[in-house]
């Protein structure tokens, strides 16, 4: 069985940096495309950022630019470093696969607030 874990959220400031991470486990993470996505209260789950397999990158255009997705196939670890943070990317952000089907994980709160 497919788990992902992320860790990572927190609360900070605006313009300040933030790390994330998703350990994943129970698949072969070196096949696997992942996805980063975000929801925030009141609005849809929307897609922030993809890295393909091997190794290609989308991003969203609220993103581009301040994020940057990447994965450490040796650890099954995704990661998603977010720079200069904006009230707008307050969200709880997922981990997200298809691997048969579709696999999240539970979720890590970000907010950004003065």
């Known amino acids: 069985q497919v788990h992902l874990v992320e860790s990572g959220g927190a609360l900070v400031l605006p313009g300040e940096s933030l790390r994330l991470s998703c350990k994943a486990s129970g698949m072969n993470f070196n096949i696997a495309a992942m996805d980063w996505y975000r929801q925030a209260p009141g609005k849809q789950r929307e897609l922030v950022a993809r890295i393909t397999s091997a190794g290609r990158t989308n991003y969203s255009e609220s993103v581009q630019g301040r994020f940057t997705v990447s994965r450490n196939n040796a650890r099954r670890t995704l990661y998603l470093e977010m720079n200069d943070l904006e009230p707008e990317d307050t969200a709880a952000y997922y981990c997200?696969?298809?691997?048969?089907?579709?696999?999240w994980g539970p979720g890590t709160q970000v907010t950004v607030s003065s």
């Open positions: 997200h696969t298809y691997y048969g089907r579709e696999f």
